[in-house]
C-alpha cells in the first residue's frame, strides 16, 4: 500500500525546478538552503460522498523551502519558484499526469491554494517559505 505523503513526496521530486539534487522531505527541514518539505495540513478528509459507497477526498499539504533570504534577487528568485511550481501543478492537473496512489484511489487534480508566503526568518540569511495546496481524489468504496 502506497501512503498519500510518499505519493506525493515522489510525485515533486519530478518537478524540474527542484533539480537532481533537490531534497524533498516529510514534515522538516534541516536549516540547509534548497530544502523542500511536504507538510500534512488540518481539513476535512472526505469532501463529497457518492451513493454507491465512493467519495471525493482531499489531502491538503503545505509545501515548504528553506532558502535563502539575505538580498532581494532570492527573495523574487524564491517566489518565482512558487509561481513555476503552482504552474506546473495546473498543467499537470490538466495533462491528467497526477501522482500515483493504491489502485481504489484516483487523483483528479493537485492545486496551490494559497501565494507562498515567508513563513518564518530566523537571524540567518535563510527562511522557510511555505505555500497551501491540496491533493483531490476519488476513493471507491471500502
Not at 519530478?14 to 488540518?42: C, H, K, R
Not at 469532501?47 to 539575505?70: C, H, K
Request: aromatic fraction near 10%.
Amino acid at each position: 500500500m502506497t501512503t498519500i505523503i510518499n505519493a506525493l513526496k515522489t510525485y515533486i521530486k519530478t518537478y524540474s525546478g527542484i533539480g537532481a539534487s533537490g531534497v524533498v522531505m516529510v514534515d522538516y527541514l534541516s536549516g540547509n538552503p534548497d530544502e523542500f518539505a511536504i507538510s500534512p495540513q488540518p481539513g476535512n478528509k472526505i469532501v463529497e460522498g457518492y451513493i454507491d459507497g465512493g467519495s471525493l477526498r482531499q489531502f491538503p499539504f503545505a509545501f515548504q523551502m528553506m532558502a535563502s533570504t539575505a538580498d532581494e534577487a532570492e527573495r523574487i528568485t524564491n517566489n518565482g519558484f512558487y509561481e513555476g511550481i503552482s504552474d506546473w501543478f495546473e498543467s499537470q492537473t490538466i495533462a491528467g499526469t497526477l501522482p500515483t496512489l493504491n489502485s481504489n484511489q484516483h487523483p483528479t487534480l493537485i492545486e496551490a491554494l494559497t501565494q507562498p508566503a515567508l513563513f518564518q526568518q530566523g537571524e540567518s540569511d535563510t527562511g522557510i517559505y511555505s505555500m497551501q495546496c491540496r491533493l483531490e481524489y476519488d476513493q471507491d468504496k471500502p
